[in-house]
């Protein structure tokens, strides 16, 4: 037996044109969407979707949920993102370089406490799921448990997360600089542990934190190991910030500046 469900409201979504790159959105104000066994089965003005005649007995048979005037919309989707700097909101006015320093590193040391690390994984997906996020890709923190523990929670919220444990062996405070060996084999058995788990819902990603952070050696072995998992994703900063650019520039005796001004 099927299971259906039925919301009313103002129902917003954008709507895209296969590929035309000509977008644009639906908008029924008095809207309603017919959900049936968890997908979509019907959407449109509550109105004209009430008079077709296969919908109407259906819609007799369930309690339509009506929201009144608040939205109805697709899950937000965040591209990049970091889970220890919801402890540091706000916190800016400064240069890249400085602003790891000052705010970012301290903030991202205290996740070596696997119950603080918890704590803050909890409270950072509890945010995304009440602000409608459904998609996430995260940056954890070098600390492997404190990446387990965060695919522990993502868990918990159902919601889509490609995540990774911060990989970092080179210019990184001494509590945050990793053996190399070390953060491509945790990152290894991350990935192996929680890639598709949860009916595919989470997804690793080997993250690397940008040049300025790793030598060579792990740039080419978590190049490897994205190899040897088909599917994982690779998550990285590139060119933020010119003084960024040109540390990396120094760190690289091979690198050549393209379109650099
Ligand atoms: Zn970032």
């Not at 788990?197 to 978590?222: C, I, K, M, N």
């Not at 590139?238 to 520039?249: D, G």
Request: aromatic residues 10%; charged residues 20%; contains cysteine.
């Amino acid at each position: 037996m099927s299971s259906i469900a039925a919301y009313k409201g103002h129902i917003v979504s954008p709507i895209s044109a296969s590929g035309s790159g000509d977008y644009s959105f639906i908008d029924y104000p008095r809207g309603l969407m017919v959900v049936t066994d968890g997908k979509l089965t019907a959407l449109g003005d509550f109105d004209q979707l009430s008079e077709r005649s296969d919908l109407g007995a259906v819609l007799r048979q369930v309690t339509i949920e009506d929201f009144g005037k608040r939205l109805i919309m697709p899950g937000l989707i965040d591209m990049h993102l970091h889970l220890p700097q919801v402890t540091q909101t706000a916190k800016s006015g400064q240069h890249l370089l400085a602003w790891l320093n000052r705010y970012i590193f301290p903030a991202e040391c205290k996740f070596s406490d696997i119950d603080y690390a918890r704590r803050i994984a909890r409270w950072f997906f509890a945010e995304l799921a009440a602000n409608g996020t459904t998609l996430s890709v995260v940056f954890t923190t070098i600390h492997k448990e404190a990446c387990n523990v965060a695919f522990e929670e993502a868990a918990r919220t159902h919601s889509r997360v490609i995540m990774g444990k911060v990989m970092m062996d080179l210019n990184a405070p001494a509590a945050l600089c990793e053996v190399t060996q070390e953060s491509l084999t945790g990152s290894m058995e991350l990935a192996r542990k929680w890639h598709n788990a949860h009916d595919g819902l989470l997804q690793y990603a080997f993250t690397p934190r940008f040049g300025v952070t790793s030598t060579p050696e792990l740039l080419s072995g978590t190049g490897e190991l994205w190899k040897r998992f088909p599917g994982t994703y690779m998550h990285t900063h590139l060119a933020e910030a010119r003084e960024e650019i040109q540390t990396v520039a120094a760190l690289s005796g091979s690198a050549q500046l393209y379109g650099y001004v």
